[in-house]
């Protein structure tokens, strides 16, 4: 079975081409300590592998970044800027922002304004699912975890609501760094 990380390599080549020779060692306990939670496992894998990703110049996904374990973990907590104003306003279909019980934390986000978050709670990281936000209001779920989502996304294989239509394909352009 190949791992999540290698589907994506597998639907966006481009991202493969890009995969730094070296592993990235990164300390996900301070990680941890500095977020306040740890974090799903193809998150780390991901960031492992690769620097910050950007697809077509539209999706970034901001991985952690060894030796700055605190400041990227706090990079999370201040993409939650939108989600805090928005539930305040009763506008986020009920979901809350991280730290609050089952909170939304920042994983990913589009050019657009589309932004996707873990649904925190629980204590396996690995089975939080991965909530949508699009600019457009829609909100949505995917039980699969970010990379699966990513690879879903890119392939054609998960339904883009409310994203652009097409989404990025696997001949788009990757940068990493």
């Known amino acids: 079975m190949l791992s999540r990380l290698s589907e994506l390599e597998r639907v966006l080549p481009g991202l493969r081409a890009?995969?730094?020779a070296e592993r990235r060692h990164i300390d996900w306990s301070a990680y941890a300590e500095a977020l306040g939670t740890d974090v799903p496992g193809d998150f780390k894998e991901l960031s492992e592998a690769y620097p910050t990703i950007e697809v077509a110049g539209f999706l970034l996904v901001g991985t952690a970044k060894p030796g700055q374990e605190a400041r990227s973990a706090t990079s999370k907590l201040r993409g939650l800027d939108v989600l805090e104003d928005l539930a305040e306003d009763d506008m986020a279909h009920g979901y809350v922002p991280y730290p609050?019980?089952?909170g939304l934390l920042h994983c990913a986000e589009t050019s657009s304004g589309d932004i996707f978050y873990w649904r925190t709670g629980g204590p396996d990281p690995d089975a939080?699912?991965?909530v949508v936000s699009t600019r457009n209001d829609d909100w949505w779920e995917h039980k699969d975890g970010l990379v699966s989502l990513l690879a879903g996304l890119i392939s054609g294989e998960v339904q883009p609501?409310?994203?652009p239509d097409p989404?990025?394909?696997?001949?788009?352009d990757v940068r990493v760094g």
């Open 18 to 20: 890009a995969r730094p």
């Open 100 to 102: 609050q019980p089952g």
């Open 128 to 130: 939080w699912p991965v």
């Open 161 to 163: 609501w409310g994203l």
């Open 167 to 172: 989404f990025p394909g696997g001949d788009s």
